[in-house]
């Protein structure tokens, strides 16, 4: 199939492969329970938006899927001396990167209470926001070095078909801690978190 790629820059975008999971996660906020070994499932988030070493505020997610949904934890290490807010936020934006089975660029945005949104701020209707919203489970809560958060995304919610996946997406996730203001990123577009043809490209693996 047909990829549309990043075009903004002459770079080579960077690429996670999902692993394939038996049985899905549960969606509780707690992430001890995903396979954190598996190297070529993890994006680092090192950077700022601006595209500046993030320093002592850094995360990690880790991708999975399933016959029925598209999965994400992510780990969030706070600066020493900083505390979890409950109004820390996580954006996952992502949108399919085949030409023959295209979407929208999907836009959600979870918060460290456990609230979520849908968004339309790159294209989706209200109407696929909805479906989105819908067909997604999100969990957040305090861990040891930080906070985490967990997303389970239906398959059918992002308008695929589980018998036809889109194997590449473009993707990108960032964070944003209270008083800081910077995002943690995966990739630094140029521009905002959401803009994916700059970001990364996620790719599903068996």
């Not at 960077?14 to 996660?25: E, G």
């Not at 598996?38 to 320093?55: C, F, N, P």
């Not at 609230?115 to 339309?120: G, H, M, P, R, Y």
């Amino acid at each position: 199939a047909r990829v549309r790629t990043a075009t903004a820059t002459e770079r080579t975008p960077p690429v996670c492969r999902a692993s394939r999971r038996l049985v899905p996660p549960s969606i509780d906020g707690k992430i001890d329970d995903w396979d954190w070994g598996r190297s070529e499932a993890v994006v680092k988030l090192l950077w700022t938006h601006e595209g500046v070493a993030s320093g002592n505020l850094m995360g990690r997610a880790l991708l999975s899927y399933d016959a029925n949904a598209l999965c994400l934890a992510l780990d969030v290490v706070l600066p020493t001396g900083q505390t979890f807010d409950l109004s820390n936020s996580v954006e996952w934006s992502f949108a399919s990167a085949d030409l023959k089975a295209t979407t929208p660029i999907y836009v959600l945005s979870g918060r460290g209470d456990g609230s979520f949104e849908s968004l339309t701020a790159m294209g989706a209707d209200g109407k696929q926001a909805a479906r989105l919203k819908a067909g997604t489970h999100y969990a957040a809560g305090r861990s040891a070095t930080g906070w985490a958060c967990e997303w389970r995304v239906a398959w059918e919610a992002l308008g695929v078909s589980p018998d036809a996946l889109p194997t590449a997406w473009l993707m990108n996730v960032g964070v944003h801690a209270v008083g800081n203001p910077s995002w943690l990123v995966w990739v630094p577009t140029g521009g905002r978190v959401c803009e994916v043809e700059n970001a990364g490209i996620l790719r599903l693996g068996q």
